[in-house]
């Protein structure tokens, strides 16, 4: 549903946090909707406020209130939110609009889901793992399903990618660590051990896509078995 709503859009706004991921979305857009307008918003003040405070605070929801407001005095038909760790702002920033508002992360959350009931929540930054892992229980509560996800931090990828501007060190550090299993940072349970690996940032989805596609087969939607499979959110 999200990806037809994008796909009819004719002025898209993209809310970012960060520069990070600029290129990547302007290419995903230019694949999804060739023809649509792209504009840009981007704070990198929302982040760190996020990171001092352990969660999004009444400043951040403001800011990001005003954000929105501005996308569609711009005349955006659509508002795409880039970042899951602002993402329940979003939340409440797409209540004072009157124009679609996509997450990043949701299509993440649908599929997560819909694979199988234990899931992986891999992330580069912790104030993505409380956002991210509610939005896939809460997801899950909304399609009649439970789910137990386990936490899986990629210790130090962050800081390589924001601060050492080195991506592609960034994308191994996750690669190697789902074939450990998730051995590494804040899942003793591993993430090997459950159907779904998912990765909320547009930086995890990235390293994702340098991995092969796993196989699927019929029994991997909504069956509970466990399966070879990657989800990530852009």
């Given at each position: 549903?999200?990806l037809?709503?994008?796909c ?6 993209i809310?970012?946090?960060s ?20 504009f840009n918003i981007v704070?990198?003040s929302?982040l760190?406020?996020v990171?001092?405070?352990?969660g999004?605070t ?7 209130c ?5 996308a569609?005095?711009?005349g955006?038909?659509l508002?795409?939110?880039?970042c899951?760790?602002?993402?329940e702002?979003?939340?409440i920033?797409?209540r004072?609009?009157?124009?679609p508002?996509?997450?990043v992360d949701?299509?993440m959350?649908?599929e997560?889901?819909?694979?199988g ?12 793992l409380?956002?991210s892992?509610?939005?896939v229980?809460n997801?899950?509560?909304?399609m ?8 899986c ?8 990618l ?7 060190k ?5 690669i ?8 590494r ?10 159907d779904?690996?998912a990765?909320?940032?547009a930086g ?13 087969n019929?029994?991997q939607r909504g ?5 070879n499979?990657r989800v990530?959110?852009?």
């Amino acid at each position: 549903k999200n990806l037809e709503v994008v796909c009819m859009s004719k002025k898209v706004c993209i809310v970012n946090t960060s520069l990070v991921s600029l290129q990547d979305l302007k290419d995903l857009f230019a694949e999804i909707c060739p023809d649509a307008e792209i504009f840009n918003i981007v704070d990198e003040s929302l982040l760190p406020e996020v990171r001092a405070n352990n969660g999004i605070t009444n400043n951040i929801v403001c800011r990001m209130c005003a954000y929105f407001q501005m996308a569609v005095n711009a005349g955006a038909d659509l508002i795409f939110n880039q970042c899951s760790s602002v993402g329940e702002a979003a939340d409440i920033a797409a209540r004072t609009v009157n124009v679609p508002v996509v997450k990043v992360d949701e299509r993440m959350g649908r599929e997560a889901v819909n694979i199988g009931p234990k899931i992986s929540m891999v992330a580069t930054l912790e104030s993505t793992l409380g956002p991210s892992i509610r939005l896939v229980e809460n997801t899950a509560k909304k399609m009649g399903r439970e789910v137990t996800v386990k936490r899986c931090l990629v210790e130090g990828a962050f800081d390589v990618l924001f601060y050492q501007k080195n991506p592609e060190k960034h994308n191994q550090m996750v690669i190697d660590l789902e074939k450990r299993g998730g051995d590494r940072g804040r899942n003793p349970a591993g993430a090997g051990e459950h159907d779904a690996p998912a990765a909320p940032s547009a930086g995890s989805a990235r390293a994702r896509a340098l991995q092969p596609a796993p196989r699927r087969n019929a029994r991997q939607r909504g069956s509970g078995n466990p399966v070879n499979s990657r989800v990530f959110g852009v």
